[in-house]
């Protein structure tokens, strides 16, 4: 049973809620929007645009999908909420998203020239700033921008906006493509197509068609096969069965490899569609790229465990690796439980970081019962209290209990290959004092094998995933990948060609 994979419902939701942020026409009735994933639908949004006596515009995004994983469903709903005021300058922002059973809130106040955020799991808060310059559009104002542009095909323009999963201002660039027709809502749509494309979401279009007022009628990431529509109320609202992540996620390759979580060491030949792999992956004391193929690189990969008596105490004081030392609201370090756990599970380390963590590891992959899909992505504390969770469950609850007690954590996201295929995971990497080293608390076997391959790394500053979501989001259903060679209690298996 694949119980340990994660098919990326973190990452779609980073899709979905950048879809969710992009400017709509300012309507004073509702806009509801199909949302489907690889063709598949997977819920909704539901828009209303109000402007008060006053002349302030809010406009309102209420989401809510439903993925399937297996035999688990998995729920994300969410709303966002923009305000500006009547001249169209932005005033706040208010997100809510509901990924397991907290829900996580972040609240924007707009300054002359910072952000003041506020982000909080229902009962911790943490607060930062973010610089700004010049002018931030939401997404009236945005609107506006697009129809005093004229929508005239081959023109170029830009603009700057909040993007709420990264918590920082974001350039997106727009090309109009030029007029289109379609067919939506049983009628034929005179729009315009434009493409949008983001400096935080390199190498990844956003495609909308919009008619002369500004109003979307469609909108797709053709990288991830992701669009959402106009549609009725009914539509929106029917039930509908959900689309099965397993099946739309997973990487074909050429071989079951035997013996998966002994291999040691593996070559693959990985590609992307319509990109550069060399750009996405990263080079490491695991994997390095050996050479080049016509579709696209050679990777080794191999188990890498420290060398004795090179790794360093704990607990480690450094400043350069003060990200990777503190909590956050998806890593409650300060909550009594965690700290508890975290301290009683390293006993016996001699404060060996590399033991600790090898400790802190087995102990997640014994302590949480239910390994389930059907957790969207929960925090760490409550994954503790609730002892279920699939891979980034168990990611999360190592990384923050690995930190309680001073050991440098990241996450990582990738891949990993079971019964024949590879599949979206996350695993942990700890620094040892020579090294960033990785471990599996989904698997708990102590070092990772060869079969897990590194996409993206991440600190989760402020509790933010969007760098691990977005390390997915660029090879998603565009990764090709395979098996060259791989090796087990020191027999190499050459693999057949494709």
């Known amino acids: 049973m694949n119980m340990w994979i994660r098919s990326t419902p973190a990452a779609l939701a980073v899709a979905a809620a950048l879809l969710a942020s992009a400017a709509t026409a300012e309507d004073l009735g509702d806009t509801w929007f199909e949302t489907s994933l690889a063709g598949a639908a997977m819920g909704y949004m539901h828009e209303t645009v109000l402007r008060d006596a006053d002349g302030q515009t809010t406009t309102t995004v209420e989401s809510d999908f439903t993925m399937r994983r297996g035999e688990d469903l998995v729920s994300i709903r969410g709303v966002d909420e923009w305000v500006e005021s009547p001249d169209g ?50 997404p009236a104002a945005i609107v506006a ?122 070559l693959y030949e990985v590609w992307v569609e319509g990109g550069d792999i060399s750009e996405l992956l990263i080079e490491d004391t ?119 007690v001073a050991i440098p954590a990241k996450v990582v996201s990738g891949i990993v290959h079971d019964h024949g295929e590879f599949a979206y995971h996350m695993w942990v990497e700890v620094w040892t004092g020579e090294a960033w080293h990785a471990l599996d608390p989904t698997i708990g076997e102590g070092s990772v094998d060869a079969t897990h391959i590194k996409l993206a790394e991440s600190a989760i500053p402020a509790g933010r995933v969007a760098e691990l979501s977005l390390g997915i989001l660029r090879v998603f259903n565009r990764l090709g990948i395979r098996v060259v060679e791989y090796t087990v209690d020191g027999e190499t298996v050459r693999a057949p060609a494709q």
């Open 286 to 404: 695991r994997q390095r790229i050996e050479g080049t193929t016509d579709r696209g690189v050679l990777l080794r990969v191999s188990r890498a465990v420290p060398k004795l008596g090179t790794t360093i105490r704990f607990p480690v004081r450094s400043t350069p690796l003060k990200d990777y030392l503190d909590g956050n609201p998806l890593m409650q370090t300060w909550y009594p439980r965690l700290l508890g756990s975290a301290a009683k599970t390293v006993w016996g380390s001699e404060q060996d970081s590399w033991q600790g963590a090898v400790q802190i590891e087995r102990f997640v992959f014994d302590y949480i019962e239910d390994k389930g899909l059907g957790v969207g992505f929960a925090s760490a504390r409550e994954v503790l209290e609730r002892l279920s969770g699939d891979c980034s469950e168990h990611a999360v609850l190592m990384a923050a209990m690995a930190r309680a």
């Open 89 to 138: 300058q932005p005033r706040s922002y208010r997100q809510t998203r509901k990924m397991a059973v907290e829900t996580l809130e972040l609240e924007v106040t707009v300054g002359p020239d910072r952000l003041r955020l506020r982000k909080s799991d229902g009962r911790d808060a943490v607060f930062s700033t973010v610089p700004h310059e010049g002018d931030v559009l939401f």
């Open 145 to 266: 921008l697009h129809v005093s542009q004229g929508f005239v095909a081959g023109s170029e323009y830009s603009f700057r906006t909040f993007d709420p999963d990264f918590e920082e201002i974001t350039t997106y660039a727009v090309r109009v493509v030029g007029p289109e027709r379609l067919d939506i809502l049983g009628e034929i749509r005179d729009v315009t197509k434009l493409v949008l494309t983001s400096d935080l979401y390199e190498g990844m279009e956003f495609i909308e068609w919009r008619d002369s007022d500004g109003g979307l009628w469609r909108e797709e990431v053709p990288e991830i096969e992701m669009a959402r529509e106009r549609t009725t109320s009914d539509v929106a609202l029917r039930e509908r069965e959900a689309a099965d992540l397993l099946v739309v996620s997973t990487i074909a390759t050429n071989v079951a490899i035997r013996s998966t979580r002994e291999v040691d060491d593996a």
